[in-house]
């Protein structure tokens, strides 16, 4: 499993410096003194006052859940395995972009000559495993706004995000654009009082990439203020297919990357996927 990184907390220590001024008094006898008598000796100056405590630093803004939606409205609809993935890489956003212009330039290499190229990257496992879906890698190295505040809300916010995608997913099922075809079963389950929904791929070794425009699947959309991401689809894909619900691209092999644990992410979808990247298990 792949953890999100850690955010730093700093700690700010403050000292705080009192100066008392203190004065020698003679006794007994008088001392000559170098002022002229009609002056006299200025009193110390009083001790200045500490400054007040700093005060903690507001918390970091967190997204509301309609906020939550519309950030995960063009990726709630993928297979589970895919989904975690690309939940994981956007927590690494400067990874995904080297990844995709790495994947651009290497664009000749295929098979077990490209895993083993990407294997020997610094990246993170699920950055390196984006690589075997190109289309989507690009997609999120392309929308680097997005996908920048995608990772903040999976760090901060992690279990909010699950449940808005799991909201967005009974959307889609009651709008009957959330259905079982050759690339993808979906199944219903019953946890803890509500239903979660998942979604593999029909055959392990394919990964089928679904796209839709977020008004068609999920039906009006309720929250005027926070439309839901979109930016269209390929030039490949037929426009009726998408005014239609889902459609799906060319499926990508798995099998040089190895089988993905997809059971691992259709369990815990409704928390933080616990899921080997494809090729990486």
Do not use: C
């Amino acid at each position: 499993m792949i953890l999100p990184r850690s955010v730093k907390v700093a700690s700010l220590i403050l000292w705080f410096f009192v100066l008392t001024p203190s004065a020698v008094m003679a006794q007994n006898q008088q001392a000559p003194s170098a002022v002229p008598p009609s002056q006299s000796t200025p009193a110390a100056s009083p001790a200045q006052p500490a400054p007040p405590p700093a005060q903690p630093a507001p918390a970091e803004k967190l997204l509301k859940p309609e906020e939550l939606e519309a950030l995960v409205a063009p990726i709630a609809l993928y297979p589970d395995n895919l989904l975690s993935l690309v939940l994981m890489a956007s927590t690494y956003p400067v990874e995904v972009v080297q990844a995709d212009r790495w994947a651009t330039e290497n664009k000749k290499l295929k098979g077990e000559r490209l895993k083993a190229a990407v294997d020997r990257q610094s990246w993170d496992d699920s950055v390196k495993s984006l690589v075997a879906t190109p289309d989507v890698l690009a997609m999120i190295s392309s929308q680097l706004d997005w996908t920048v505040k995608l990772g903040e809300a999976v760090l901060a916010q992690q279990s909010e995000v699950m449940d808005a995608i799991q909201r967005l997913r009974a959307k889609a099922d009651a709008n009957n654009k959330l259905t079982s075809t050759k690339e993808q079963k979906v199944t219903k389950t019953q946890e803890g009082g509500r239903t979660l929904i998942a979604i593999e791929p029909t055959d392990p070794n394919m990964l089928y990439v679904p796209y839709y425009d977020p008004a068609v699947v999920y039906g009006t959309w309720p929250y005027a203020d926070y439309p839901p991401y979109y930016w269209g689809y390929p030039g490949y894909i037929a426009g009726g297919l998408i005014a239609a619900g889902l459609a799906f691209g060319a499926g990508w092999a798995l099998s040089n990357w190895g089988a993905a644990d997809i059971g691992g992410a259709a369990e815990s979808i409704g928390a933080m996927p616990a899921l080997s990247p494809i090729g990486h298990g």
